[in-house]
């Protein structure tokens, strides 16, 4: 760090250690945060605990369990409870995520406007963008900046309300009452921007979350989220996965005029090995294992090394309570 201008390197250095210690009794002042981030899926449910520190955040329980394949709610509900069955819960923040056909999240231009003015155009504008009506969903939106020609970029989230409302019983079942419910995209977003690799790389690349559902893949621009798109539902062919994901850079490199230069790879089980292997000859372009937890301090974290790759939205659920870089996003 280079000395104030006027100081000498002594009293800087009081300057800056005064400093240090007034952030550390400031961090005392306010209760720490202690965040989980539920990442419930078809087959099965992930979740992580973060807590602070007196360095700061650090991961302190992960884990992933199975779903019953078949039966009712009743068997799903008292899967998520035994899941979480060693965690406080009533002491801690709770954020969940919603996915699939059923959400919408979009970067859109908008003529600049008062964010009062966003919000009671937004059920008419949102029409435009999102693949069901505005009346059947609960919206949300973030201002992400200005754009050129007097407009702005704004993130549009949307669910169908039958979906979430559906989310909410299984939940409310299990005895859970969350802070906020995100979309995985957002929540994805959200770890990337935690744990995204140190250094200079290309000016646009992709992350290629792999799922239950299907594959998210989303693309940043200079580091900044620019378009998202859900693909590939099951476990799709070679031929397949590259065919949408093709369809999916050729329209980003059309919209916004750039080409990707990277794709980072993440998911469950051995699909972001497998995957990987068809990045390069698919689009020519270099493919990476994206690891969301990144340089992030853990402790009493026994699954961790075989399931890292696999909590992008639960760290990402849990990382919005520690002042979120992308902003809430939630729907709820």
């Known amino acids: 760090m280079t000395p104030s201008v006027g100081l000498p ?53 992960c884990g992933r369990s199975a779903l019953p394949s078949d039966g009712g709610r009743t068997q799903r509900v008292q899967a998520i409870r035994e899941f979480l069955a060693p965690l406080p819960l009533s002491d801690l923040s709770l954020a969940t995520a919603l996915g699939g056909p059923d959400t919408a999240l979009r970067t859109v231009i908008l003529p600049k406007m008062s964010p009062e003015e966003l919000s009671s155009s937004l059920g008419l504008e949102s029409e435009k963008y999102i693949p069901f009506p505005s009346a059947e969903a609960v919206l949300d939106h973030a201002i992400l900046g200005p754009a050129p020609n007097n407009r702005m970029e704004v993130l549009l989230a949307a669910v169908r309300k039958k979906r979430i ?7 409310e079942a299990a005895g859970l009452h969350p802070a906020a419910v995100d979309l995985e995209g957002v929540a994805l ?14 000016a646009v690349e992709g992350l290629a979350h792999i799922g239950e559902r299907g594959t998210h893949l989303l693309f940043f621009q200079g580091g900044r989220f620019r378009f998202s798109r859900e693909i590939s539902a099951g476990r799709p062919s070679r031929e397949q996965w590259i ?10 490199e059309d919209q916004f005029g750039q080409t990707v230069g990277r794709l980072w ?27 969301p937890i990144g340089s992030l301090p853990s402790e009493g974290c026994g699954p961790l090394d075989s399931i890292r790759a696999e909590l992008g939205v639960a760290l990402g659920l849990a990382w919005r309570f520690f002042d979120s870089p992308v902003g809430s996003g939630a729907v709820r």
């Open 165 to 171: 409302e559906q989310h909410l019983e299984l939940l």
């Open 243 to 252: 065919s949408e994901c093709r369809a999916s850079f050729d329209f980003y």
């Open 189 to 202: 977003c959200n770890a990337w921007e935690r744990s995204k690799p140190p250094g200079q790389g290309p």
């Open 265 to 291: 790879i993440s998911g469950e089980g051995d699909r972001p090995s497998e995957v990987s292997g068809w990045i390069q000859s698919g689009f020519g372009v270099e493919g990476i294992r994206w690891d």
């Open 9 to 61: 390197p002594w009293m800087d250095r009081l300057r800056r250690e005064g400093a240090a210690r007034w952030s550390q009794w400031t961090r005392g002042l306010r209760k720490p945060v202690d965040a989980v981030g539920l990442d419930i899926g078809p087959a099965s449910v992930r979740g992580v605990r973060l807590q602070d520190g007196e360095t700061g955040p650090r991961l302190t329980w």
